[in-house]
């Protein structure tokens, strides 16, 4: 069973520059993109940033010159740096990834969410 553990959420003061943290387990035999969604209170969960297995990266746009997503493929880990918070950044993050478990087709697994809250 592959499980997705994020952490490094909280209250966060406005400017402030948390990492979130997304580790794959399980009987894992391949990781292609990952990515981290974020689901602001009363809306849509949207996406945040990808990045494929070679290294390349997207962004939303209102994040792009603030947000840094990179991974440890020897980990099966996703990292999200976010700098410059601003309040509308407040949200429950989500860790997404394309997985393949030995003799098992590829699916999309989800993490269980870390909230983020940006408040002084």
């Known amino acids: 069973q592959v499980k997705l553990v994020e952490s490094g959420g909280g209250l966060v003061q406005p400017e402030g520059s948390p990492r979130l943290s997304c580790a794959a387990s399980g009987n894992i035999f391949d990781i292609k993109d990952m990515a981290w969604y974020r689901q602001p209170p009363g809306k849509e969960r949207e996406l945040v940033a990808s990045i494929t297995f070679g290294g390349r990266t997207d962004y939303e746009d209102s994040v792009k010159a603030r947000f840094t997503i990179s991974r440890d493929n020897a980990k099966n880990t996703v990292y999200l740096q976010m700098n410059s918070l601003k309040p509308e950044d407040t949200a429950v993050y989500y860790c997404?990834?394309?997985?393949?478990?030995?003799?098992?087709?590829?699916?999309?697994?989800w993490g269980q969410g870390t909230q983020v809250t940006v408040s002084s």
């Open positions: 997404n990834a394309d997985i393949k478990v030995v003799a098992a087709p590829w699916f999309e697994y």
